[in-house]
């Protein structure tokens, strides 16, 4: 069996999370119907431990797992800023490598 063609890409894997599920689904929506991103996973029931402020802090989560392109990073982060409520909302990703051909040409469809 022939095994899938991988290819280059510029494509982005972005993480972000919201305190409620509404929004988290607010950002994925003006995410996907802006064009910036081709696919937002939204994760739900993450339990998050992080230092705040100098104390310990626990909370639940959404994560969103944003599948996006370069070019359109900034936008991306312009965009998730606008809807956060967070102070300062994480935004963090890294390049896709590689991946399955026919997906990463559909990502980068789907956003131009």
Same mark, same amino acid.
């Given at each position: 069996?022939?095994?899938?063609?991988?290819?280059?890409?510029k494509?982005?894997?972005?993480?972000?999370?919201?305190?409620?599920q509404k929004?988290?689904?607010?950002?994925?929506?003006?995410?996907?119907?802006?064009?910036?991103?081709a696919? *937002?996973?939204v994760?739900?029931? *993450?339990?998050?431990f992080?230092?705040?402020?100098?104390?310990?802090?626990?909370a639940g989560e959404?994560l969103?797992i944003?599948?996006?392109?370069?070019?359109?990073?900034?936008?991306?982060?312009r965009?998730?800023?606008?809807h956060?409520?967070?102070?300062?909302?994480?935004?963090?990703?890294?390049?896709?490598?590689?991946?399955?051909?026919?997906?990463?040409?559909?990502?980068?469809?789907?956003?131009?």
């Open positions: 069996m022939a095994r899938p063609k991988r290819r280059r890409s494509a982005y894997l972005l993480l972000s999370t919201t305190g409620s929004e988290a689904k607010k950002i994925a929506e003006a995410l996907v119907r802006g064009k910036l991103a696919c *937002v996973n994760v739900r029931n *993450v339990q998050s992080f230092r705040w402020q100098g104390k310990l802090e626990q959404w969103l944003i599948k996006t392109d370069e070019r359109s990073l900034k936008q991306v982060e965009m998730i800023r606008k956060h409520s967070y102070e300062i909302p994480e935004i963090i990703g890294w390049p896709i490598r590689w991946g399955h051909g026919p997906y990463l040409k559909w990502l980068e469809e789907s956003i131009s």
